[in-house]
T-cell receptor
């Protein structure tokens, strides 16, 4: 079974509007971390935001926020006030456990976001 | 300082040849990761280094794949007797933190094409 599911292969948004990119996850580990990365056409992976499973509040980083619904096992990324430079692939990833030697990230297949002027 | 660097940026090789891919992590980052990204796919974990040791090699697809890290810095991923299915972008990442977010910082990748 997929551990990270991103159900939207492609999304469009109008410049300056907000957009939500979906991510659901599957784990039996009570301790885990969720990440969102952006991959522009240049290919480099850029870290955006992190949410720990024990964090009480939803993570926010500038225009990025994470809508974390633990009971539903979802960690959707919200991008506010979209900009043309936000056009890219967006990946959701999970790390099970608190760290130590268990540190690999498990990745979804990504969502391609296009921002229209 | 500088980010994660990888070389070469592109590599075209013939089936059956060996290739070496290099990763230079961010200075001071103790953890180093190798991932593979095939066309239209998410990232596939290959191996993780903490210092010079590799606590997790679970993602290496076959014994043709090996990796080493020396001096707690540069890492080399070696693929022996390359096959066409090895064609992918190989991404290296490093991180400084051990617990918590421990976000990984990625290099630009090496695009490997096996003909």
């Amino acid at each position: 079974a997929q551990k990270i599911t991103q159900t939207q292969p492609g999304m469009f948004v109008q410049e300056k509007e907000a957009v939500t990119l979906d991510c659901t996850y599957d784990t039996s580990d009570p301790s885990y971390g969720l990440f969102w990365y952006k991959q522009p056409s240049s290919g480099e992976m850029i870290f955006l935001i992190y949410q720990g499973s024990y964090d009480q509040q939803n993570a926010t980083e500038g225009r990025y926020s994470l809508n974390f619904q633990k009971a539903r096992k979802s960690a959707n990324l919200v991008i506010s006030a979209s900009q043309l430079g936000d056009s890219a692939m967006y990946f959701c990833a999970m790390r099970e456990g608190q760290g130590g030697n268990n540190r690999k990230l498990i990745w979804g297949l990504g969502t391609s976001l296009a921002v229209n002027p | 300082g500088a980010g994660v660097s990888q070389s070469p940026s592109n590599k075209v090789t013939e089936k059956g040849k060996d290739v070496e891919l290099r990763c230079d992590p961010i200075s001071g980052h103790t953890a180093l990761y190798w991932y593979r990204q095939s066309l239209g796919q998410g990232l596939e974990f290959l191996i993780y280094f903490q210092g010079n040791s590799a606590p997790d090699k679970s993602g290496l697809p076959s014994d043709r794949f090996s990796a080493e890290r020396t001096g707690g810095s540069v890492s080399t991923l070696t693929i022996q007797r390359t096959q066409q299915e090895d064609s992918a972008v190989y991404l290296c990442a490093s991180s400084q933190k051990v617990f918590g977010s421990a976000e990984q910082y990625f290099g630009p990748g090496t695009r490997l094409t096996v003909t």
